[in-house]
């Protein structure tokens, strides 16, 4: 039967749309037969429901059900099915019927409260939830903040203890507040009812007012919802969907369901709530009306601003999480099955344990909602299947997918890996890419040779290294040594030298033996070393940049580039760079953004310390934003895009450093790096530089554990020792640390790492890590200021997100690549 529904969706799902216009006075006859072939085909579509819900009554998935979907303003279909009550009389299920709404409550009742008080400006959501409730902070809570009670990532466990006996709103506050975190705030999704019960006890601390109270005056009633509310009264207990029975074998009607709820005296921020689908699609239509800025009636006006409701219903769970969360909606994780399988990503809802489900789709102006008391009258039913096979007849009814904006195409698909939802699974390319050095072949010189036929030779240094090869294995020096017009007149080294090879300050200048054209050392002990002298300059017409970069603020090949710009700019030579891929991808930013106090060689600019751009981009980004002047041409790449890492390129992997061998050790390295300064070793001397980290003073066994227990998405750590070879940093000592395994490199933020391992590492081993010397290459000062003082490394990071967006606006105007 269900292969012959979906067959007759799929017929109307192709049939044509047509397209909404204003009546004309006389519609015409084909325009009359196309309205009643929509309107027959629509209620055809809907006539699907019959079938589905029925089918999961007689399955005994639930009793009954109430149907109400809104559409552009209006409610399109509404219909009840089945029985209310089976036990212990049979009563049939009506339009009016009242539900115990669950955990609904948390979306409709709660939610909104916060928002309010966010919207007043009381509270903000990164505020630690102590600042409002002192006794909160007991176990270790004191970074759990109030976003992450929203999203669901605090860190608690599900539920309070039932096996004790307690009741009250006050025993279950003091239980809440005593309760100790089973991971780390902001590293794992756990959906947990404590979350919201302590939000409850929020609302009535900042407001004063019990929370039913405050719900009622500031979200109920202006929105004329008059049937919902906690503790219903006496005379509307025959139009309430009974549950199951309780503990003393009484069926529960009027009474809520949730055990906890009930100890707590039926009033909690994460159950207790009861209504009827038209209030429901009351509160459904002021969420629409507000995310598209309209106001119907006036008393909506004491209801939440658009700006607020669409923060809250946009993903605000943490950047490396895979589960999509907004400010208590769900919007793409394991629950979000009454998603159903069309409407698209960035809708939201959520559902509630006895087998309510509101699903709203800001995008085809829709709402769904499902009410059931699947419960009743004993739990061990389920309405999962019902949820989604109703949203997708639904959104095929309303042929939804004429409603969505087409300039946003994902908004028009439900996941970018349906087999795995909730989750992030970006597709890797197998690209064939072609950097600065192989399009310069292709375009046969054009931008190195003369402006005209019989001019002399242009006279071109090179900045490179032995990153600099082209597609076919040949050195750049070498390309550029045989090109007719051009004379190759001077040849630049960076750190570690013309052949990457040296780890030392002392550069000194060569001759390459190939070409014998002089070799000139642009790095040292000294500032002067480390650049290119203006006089030298002028005697040429061009630089040409081919080196390859490692996406890292202090690598220091991205300041010797800035010092040529420079110095070409006082010399008036040209700057050509011959680009190549960011290895660790274009796409993502992340760290802290250096203060300009810390400018130096392993800081050129203010910029995050993972700052997304190729060196051709930053090129022109630091032409354009130090306003040096510098006559900049940039040979961009073919074939690369921004989600590409190194691997994706199809290019061999050449050792940009003398230590840093692989695509792994780069993803590593942003993090790893930052922490490279202090007294720790990351492995230089030993065969894995920067996949592992340790001192002598670190306890492999105890730092690891403390690692993995912050669930630190995307790597996990092992417990080793090794001595790094003589001459290393701390060359000769056994270490005790960890050996870094990454294991998602799409959800490691490795900034954060970088936090993480020092704190741990202050945290671990107060006497022996010196965190001072992390200074140089943090170069952030309310940074270094959070970590001495103790503040939690996810909660760190949050405060980088203001600053980095402000990075990205700017960052645009530079970029190169899709």
Known sequence: ??????????????????????????????????????????????????????????????????????????????????????????????????????????????????????????????????????DFVQNGKQAVTIRELLTHFSGLP??????????????????????????????VF???????????????????????????????????????????????????????????????????????????????????????????????????????????KTSKADFLNGLIVTKSTRPQQPPDATSLRGLGWDIDSAFSSNRGELFPVGSFGHTGFTGTSLWIDPYSDTYVILLTNAVHPHVGHSVVALRNEVASIVAVALNIGKDLDKTHPLLAITGYNE???????????????????DVLEANHFDALKP?????????????????????????????????????????????????????????????????QVP???????????RRPAIEQLKQLDAVVIDIQDAGVRFWTYETTMGYFLEAAAQAGTEIIVLDRPNPITGSMVGGPISDPAYTNFTDYYTEPLRHGMTMGELALFFNGEKHLGAKLTIIPMQGWERGDWFDSTGEVWINPSPNMRSVNENTLYPGVGMVEGTNISVGRGTDTPFEILGAPWIKP????????????????????????????????????????VVTDRLT???????????????????????????????????????????????????????????????????????
């Open 519 to 529: 070799v000139y050392s642009v790095y040292g002990n000294t500032d002067a070393k």
């Open 1 to 134: 039967m269900k292969i012959l529904i979906w067959a007759s969706l799929l017929l109307f799902l192709f049939q044509p749309a047509f397209a909404a216009q204003k009546k004309p006075a006389k519609p015409s006859a084909p325009a009359k037969t196309a309205i009643k072939t929509a309107a027959s085909a629509r209620k055809a579509a809907f006539k699907q429901l019959d079938q589905v819900i029925n089918d999961a009554i007689a399955a005994h998935d639930a009793p009954g059900a109430v149907v109400l979907v809104g559409h552009h303003g209006k409610v399109v279909y509404q219909k009840a099915y089945g029985m209310r009550s089976l036990e212990p009389a049979r009563e049939p299920m009506t339009l009016n019927t009242i539900f115990d709404l669950a955990s609904l409550t948390k979306v409709v009742a709660t939610t909104p409260c916060v928002l309010r008080m966010l919207q007043l400006g009381q509270i903000r959501l990164n505020d630690p939830v102590s600042k409002y409730l002192p």
């Open 419 to 437: 087999a795995m939802p909730g989750s992030r699974r970006m597709a890797y390319r197998n690209a064939t890419v072609l950097n600065g050095i």
């Open 701 to 740: 066994q105890e730092f690891a554990s403390y690692l993995n227990n912050r669930h630190i998405s995307g790597v996990r750590f092992i417990p080793i020792t090794f001595t790094p070879a003589a001459g290393s940093k701390l060359g000769g000592q056994q270490c005790g640390g960890v050996n870094m």
């Open 158 to 187: 599900e539920d309070l203890d039932l096996k004790t006996d307690w009741s009250g709103e006050q025993a279950a506050m003091q239980m809440a507040f005593a309760e100790k975190l089973v991971t780390p705030p902001g590293s």
């Open 748 to 818: 490691l933020d490795s900034p954060e790492l970088g936090l993480e391992l020092a704190s741990a590492l202050r945290k671990l081993y107060p006497n022996d890590f010196d965190l001072a010397k992390m200074m140089p290459l943090l170069a952030n000062q309310k940074t270094m200021d959070a970590l001495i003082a103790g503040t939690d490394p996810r909660l760190i990071s949050s405060w980088w997100n203001e600053a980095i967006a402000e990075f990205q606006t700017i960052r645009q105007k530079y970029l190169i690549y899709r």
């Open 190 to 296: 756990r959906y947990s009812d404590i979350n919201f019960e302590t939000l409850g006890f929020l609302v009535e601390e900042i407001s004063r007012m019990p929370l039913d109270k405050y719900a009622d005056a500031f979200v109920f009633q202006p929105l004329g919802m008059k049937e919902t509310r906690f503790l219903p009264p006496p005379q509307w207990r025959s139009r309430i969907a009974p549950t199951e029975y309780d503990e003393h074998n009484i069926m529960l009607r009027g009474v809520v369901h949730d055990p906890t709820a009930r100890r707590m005296g039926g009033i909690a921020g994460h159950a207790g709530l009861f209504s009827t689908a038209a209030d429901l699609s009351k509160y459904a239509q002021a969420l629409l009306d507000a995310l598209h800025y309209k106001t119907k």
């Open 451 to 515: 402006a005209s036929d019989g001019a002399p030779p242009r006279k071109i240094g090179l900045l490179t290294n032995q990153t600099g090869m082209d597609a076919n294995g040949r050195r750049t020096v070498d390309v550029l040594n045989s090109v007719p017009g051009v004379k190759l007149a001077a040849l630049f080294s960076p750190e570690h030298g013309a052949v990457g090879q040296l780890d030392t300050t002392q550069v000194g200048d060569t001759v390459d033996a190939a070409t």
